[in-house]
């Protein structure tokens, strides 16, 4: 077992990351950067599948010298509301995904990668916690208005991992603990984790939840309805202006956070006040997810790429100590979180589920 290897496979818009896995850790971990490429010059992420698959194989067949191949994890893309866990890649996923029949990302191409591959190899093709994993409890779907409802969007890969490295710490099962986990990157997702379910999460990608480097969380209905009714702004400039030009990138200019911290250090007080409003709205947040849980927590887990500044985990953490004790995890951990499932697939460690598509 010691050579045996699983391929995880997270594709991006301008990337494709890939990591070959043992069960001891990476064996080898690789960014193919495609701007400027012709894959960056097709319409569709069904355009890009070939070339996609052609070059990731170019990349690892190397990698697989004295190597045995057991599964490929591919990143799960956007699908129907599903619970957490393992998915097996089948015909439903890869048409709900390839064909982006509830949303178009390039991490829908993860499943059909993964498959392809798999499928030459003659080993298993998974998917791990898509983004649209949902376990609400039925409060947390209630928006207020009959119309609409909340949803679940967020970073469940990370957020599960790092609640099953936590809870192993603590010498716990992961269906006894309870955790508020906050993952900190461009955009931010503050979730409530009960018994191994998220029962509650602000939507990261555009909705409830703090403001993030580049997106805008939640916003005064007022002033938003009458910027939307302006006339001077499509659906598509909003959602983009809320998504990706808002946040510390509306204000500063820089969703990078290091820069924002230097600025603050060269004695900026419009970056140290913005700065501090983030964390103010994380903090509120994590509050409130908090008392989803009734108080009883067995700890706060930060995590996300920002985590790894020591400074920004010291000032969140100033305003939430007193709620649990705080765990670091830093970094999204999303190839390793993958090739993780895998494994725990193929030993048999976790069920494995069937994803079945949405009657039309």
Same mark, same amino acid.
């Given at each position: 077992? =010691? +050579? !045996?290897?699983?391929l995880?496979?997270?594709?991006g818009?301008?990337?494709?990351?890939m990591a070959?896995?043992?069960?001891q850790?990476p064996?080898k971990?690789e960014?193919?950067d495609?701007s400027g490429?012709e894959i960056?010059?097709?319409? &569709?992420i069904l355009?890009?599948l070939? %070339?996609r *698959? !052609?070059?990731?194989?170019k990349t690892?067949?190397?990698?697989l #010298?004295?190597?045995k191949? *057991?599964? *490929?994890v591919?990143?799960?893309g956007?699908?129907?509301?599903?619970?957490?866990g393992?998915?097996?890649?089948?015909?439903d %996923?890869m048409?709900?995904?390839? +064909?982006?029949?509830?949303?178009s990302?390039a &991490? +829908?191409?993860g499943?059909?990668?993964?498959?392809?591959i798999?499928?030459?190899y003659?080993v298993s093709?998974?998917v791990?916690?898509p983004v649209?994993?949902? #376990?609400?409890i039925p409060e947390a779907?209630?928006?207020?208005v009959? $119309?609409i409802?909340r949803?679940s969007? %967020?970073?469940?890969?990370n *957020?599960?991992?790092?609640?099953?490295?936590e809870?192993?710490?603590?010498?716990?099962?992961i269906?006894?603990v309870?955790f508020?986990?906050?993952?900190?990157?461009g955009?931010i997702t503050v979730?409530a984790?009960?018994?191994?379910q998220?029962?509650?999460?602000? /939507?990261?990608?555009?909705g409830?939840?703090?403001?993030s480097?580049?997106?805008a969380?939640?916003?005064?209905?007022e002033?938003?309805?009458k910027?939307?009714?302006s006339?001077?702004?499509?659906?598509?400039?909003?959602?983009?202006?809320f998504?990706?030009n808002?946040?510390?990138k509306?204000?500063?200019?820089t969703?990078d956070?290091? #820069?924002?911290?230097?600025?603050? /250090?060269?004695?900026?007080?419009?970056?140290?006040?913005?700065?501090?409003?983030?964390?103010? =709205?994380?903090?509120?947040?994590?509050?409130a997810?908090?008392t989803?849980l009734?108080g009883?927590? /067995?700890?706060?887990?930060?995590?996300g790429?920002i985590?790894?500044? $020591?400074?920004?985990?010291?000032d969140?953490? $100033?305003?939430?100590k007193?709620?649990?004790g705080?765990?670091?995890h830093?970094?999204?951990?999303e190839l390793e &979180?993958?090739?993780?499932?895998?494994?725990?697939a193929? /030993?048999?460690? =976790?069920?494995? =589920?069937?994803?079945i598509?949405? &009657?039309?």
């Open positions: 077992m =010691q +050579n !045996e290897v699983v995880a496979i997270n594709p818009s301008t990337s494709t990351k070959l896995y043992n069960r850790g064996i971990v960014k193919i495609h490429t960056c010059n097709m319409m &569709s355009e890009q070939p %070339l *698959v !052609e070059i990731i194989k690892f067949t190397p990698w #010298e004295g190597y191949l *057991v599964a *490929v591919g990143r799960g956007l699908v129907k509301p599903i619970s957490g393992i998915y097996t890649v089948n015909a %996923l048409d709900d995904t390839i +064909n982006c029949k509830y949303a990302h &991490s +829908n191409l499943a059909s990668i993964a498959h392809g798999a499928r030459d003659k093709a998974f791990v916690d649209t994993v949902d #376990e609400f779907r209630i928006s207020g009959p $119309e409802q949803k969007r %967020l970073h469940a890969l *957020v599960n991992a790092c609640v099953r490295k809870a192993t710490r603590q010498g716990k099962s269906k006894d309870k508020v986990v906050a993952h900190l990157g955009g979730a984790v009960d018994g191994g998220i029962i509650d999460c602000n /939507d990261a990608l555009m409830m939840g703090p403001f480097p580049e997106r969380g939640a916003l005064p209905l002033p938003l309805i910027m939307a009714m006339g001077s702004y499509s659906f598509k400039d909003l959602y983009r202006k998504t990706k808002s946040g510390l509306g204000y500063l200019g969703g956070v290091r #820069e924002v911290l230097d600025r603050i /250090d060269h004695g900026d007080e419009e970056a140290a006040l913005v700065y501090r409003a983030m964390i103010y =709205q994380v903090a509120k947040e994590i509050g997810m908090a989803t009734k009883v927590l /067995d700890g706060i887990i930060i995590t790429g985590a790894h500044s $020591e400074r920004v985990v010291n969140l953490a $100033e305003r939430i007193f709620i649990a705080i765990s670091v830093p970094g999204e951990n &979180s993958l090739a993780a499932g895998g494994f725990r193929i /030993d048999g460690e =976790q069920e494995v =589920q069937i994803y598509s949405e &009657s039309e």
